[in-house]
Each structure stands twice: as C-alpha cells, then as structure tokens.
C-alpha cells in the first residue's frame, strides 16, 4: 500500500448557478492544488466538497473526473460516507475500480445511532471492498462522539488504517496516538496545524490548503521538526487568513480567492450562500498580503 502520510487539500468543487459540477474549473482547482499549492493527496468528496449536497450521479461524476484528471501524480481519498448505507456501498465500489487508494467515511449522523450501529455501518462498507478504510470523524458537525475505547474496536479491523481526526480535543489526540502508535491520523482544523503536528499526527487534510497549502506544508514540516516557534509564525500568517474566510464565509471566501488567482472555482450549491460581491477587495488584499 502506498505511504498515505502527508498534506491533502479537502478538495472545493466549482458549482455552476443550477449546482452542476463545472468540470473544466474542477480542472483548473485540482491543477492548482498540485502545480501551486503542492499538496500531497487530494481529499474528494468532504465537507469542503460539498458533499452532503449532493446526489448520487454528482459524486460519481467527481470521482471519476478527480481520477480522469489526477491519474498518479498525487494520492487520492474518497470520501463515501453517506446516511444511505447502500449509496455508501456502492460508492466505495466506484471509488476503488476507480483507483482511489484509500476510502474514507463520515460518521453516521442525524438519528442518534448506537454505537453498535456505527459499527455496523463501518463494517459493512468495509467488507464490500478490499480498500482500506479511514474513519472520518467530525463531532463539531456530525454531533457522534466516539471514545478511545470504541476507537480502539473499530480500529481492530486491519483494513481501518487511521482516522481523519476533526476536533480540537488535544487529551483525546494525544491518548490516540500513544495507544495506537501504528494506525494514522490526519488532523482536520487547518488553524491547528502546529498543535496536531506536535502531537503526533500524520498528516492533515484541510480546506484552506486548497489555497495557502505551500505555507501549510512549511508549517507542518518545521513542528515536525521541532522548530515551533518557526512553526508558529507561520501558524499566525494562516489563522490571520483563515479568520479573514471564516467572517466572509468558509467555502464560499475559498473558492472567490481562487477566482481572484484566475481560476474559475464557480459557486456553492444552494442552499449555500454565494460570495457577496461587495466584499471583493477584502479578498484581494487578503491574496495580495499574504500571497496566496
Ligand atoms: C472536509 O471533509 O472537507 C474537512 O473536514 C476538511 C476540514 C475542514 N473542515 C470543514 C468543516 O470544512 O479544513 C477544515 C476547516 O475548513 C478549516 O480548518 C477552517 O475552519
């Protein structure tokens, strides 16, 4: 299996005014991501994605395009959770003939679901493929808590090779990682890259990476290396950014400051919220002052 560490950028999909994917700006987003922001691997189908948006014919379109467009230059996770457990299945079929190398699912949410039944659903998607499988959790968003207990029962499959870890719980990180030295972790909130990386992680997989991912990987690569104040120069520049998109608006701030570098990153799917014009100097400074 390929050495999935590293820095991937959760990637944003261009939308057109109807919400249909805009291929020939997905292009040019995947492009930049590997020619500019130099990223590791590519994320497709989270959050950032927009995928819980999105139908079933629209994530296999993405996909197929990320792969059709990627093909070996960068390592690519599918993300395939979904609420529909055989939309789920049948995605992690897609993703793997496909060639993803590895497939990641969301934590069922919305009904209060046991934890046996979380189990249940992590294990049939698992059976259906001979992928491997990386947990994505996102408590802030998906209300599923899970403790370092039943961690550990659903990492007893080896196939489960790590976890996709989006909280800012630092005990429960740090407990993850001694107990199990030998499985994965991904940190999930960009604006603590140097928290994570100083815990241990082994990689990240982010949104603003899509933009700022050159500054991240210098960040991530000197906490590794103990130079945190460094890091944490760096860190500030990147949370002065990621401040600046989160008052404008996440996903919709990202893709205009792709729009400003040229790049036809399209609009959000409704009912996202588009870009509010008149805030568009206040991007272009962000870009020109942090050179993004
Ligand atoms: C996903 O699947 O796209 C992610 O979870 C990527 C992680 C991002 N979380 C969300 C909810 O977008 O990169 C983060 C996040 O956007 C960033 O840290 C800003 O808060």
Not at 20 to 31: A, H
Not at 94 to 117: C, I, K
Not at 126 to 136: G, K
Request: glycine share 6%; with cysteine.
């Amino acid at each position: 299996m390929k050495d999935l560490k590293g820095l991937y950028s959760a990637l944003l999909i261009p939308f057109d005014e109807n919400g249909e994917v805009k291929e020939e700006g997905l292009r040019q987003v995947i492009e930049h991501n590997i020619n500019v922001s130099k990223i590791d691997g590519l994320y497709v189908n989270g959050s950032s994605g927009e995928n819980f948006l999105l139908n079933t014919a629209q994530k296999k379109q993405i996909f197929k395009f990320v792969k059709e467009v990627v093909g070996d230059r960068v390592k690519l996770i599918a993300q395939i959770g979904s609420l529909d457990l055989n939309e789920a299945v049948e995605l992690a079929k897609y993703a793997t003939e496909l060639g993803y190398d590895s497939l990641s699912a969301v934590t069922p949410f919305y009904y209060p679901l046991s934890f046996n039944e979380i189990k249940h659903y992590y294990k049939t998607i698992i059976d259906a493929t001979d992928n491997s499988m990386i947990l994505y959790y996102i408590p802030f968003l998906t209300g599923v808590k899970i403790s370092l207990d039943q961690f550990a029962e659903l990492l007893e499959d080896e196939k489960v090779i790590g976890v996709k870890y989006t909280a800012a719980d630092f005990y429960q990180l740090e407990r993850f990682r001694k107990r199990f030295p030998n499985k994965l972790i991904w940190s999930g909130f960009d604006e603590m890259l140097v928290q994570a990386a100083i815990t241990g992680v082994d990689g990240a997989i982010g949104s603003t990476y899509n933009v700022n991912g050159q500054r991240s990987q210098e960040i991530f690569r000197l906490a590794k290396e103990g130079k945190v104040a460094e890091a944490y120069e760096l860190q500030h520049e990147a949370n002065d950014v990621i401040e600046k998109v989160l008052e404008l608006g996440l996903y919709q701030t990202l893709k205009e400051i792709l729009k400003v570098k040229g790049i036809d990153a399209g609009t959000c799917k409704k009912p996202m919220k588009s870009f509010d014009p008149a805030k568009l100097a206040e991007v272009e400074k962000l870009v020109k002052d942090y050179n993004l």
